[in-house]
Nanobody, 117 residues
Framework: QVQLVESGGGSVQAGGSLRLSCAAS????????MRWYRQVPGKERELVAG???????EYADSVKGRFTMSRDNDRGTLALQMDSLKAEDTAVYYC???????????WGQGTQVTVSS
């Protein structure tokens, strides 16, 4: 059973930084796509950042230049460094992974990020 566990959420003032981490119960080489999503109550879950197996990164326009995603295959962790945080970044952040075989989707339980203005 694949498990993704996020950590690092919390509360911060606008302009501050947080670093989220996602740990997987299996090797990262099991996935061909890993992403961070976020969701606020009443809205759809939205893509924040992603990395494809080939190493290509993708970022939502709203976070470009402020958020940086990285992956450590040896340690099996996926990080999201969030700088210059804004109140509108407040959301529950989820780690997502897609298996290389079968294309199965896996989600973490989410971690709350609250940015006060």
């Amino acid at each position: 059973q694949v498990q993704l566990v996020e950590s690092g959420g919390g509360s911060v003032q606008a302009g501050g930084s947080l670093r989220l981490s996602c740990a997987a119960s299996v090797s990262f080489f099991s996935f061909d796509l890993m992403r961070w999503y976020r969701q606020v109550p009443g809205k759809e879950r939205e893509l924040v950042a992603g990395i494809h197996w080939g190493g290509d990164y993708e970022y939502a326009d709203s976070v470009k230049g402020r958020f940086t995603m990285s992956r450590d295959n040896d340690r099996g962790t996926l990080a999201l460094q969030m700088d210059s945080l804004k109140a509108e970044d407040t959301a529950v952040y989820y780690c997502y992974a897609r298996s290389s075989h079968g294309g199965f989707a896996f989600w973490g339980q989410g971690t709350q990020v609250t940015v006060s203005s």
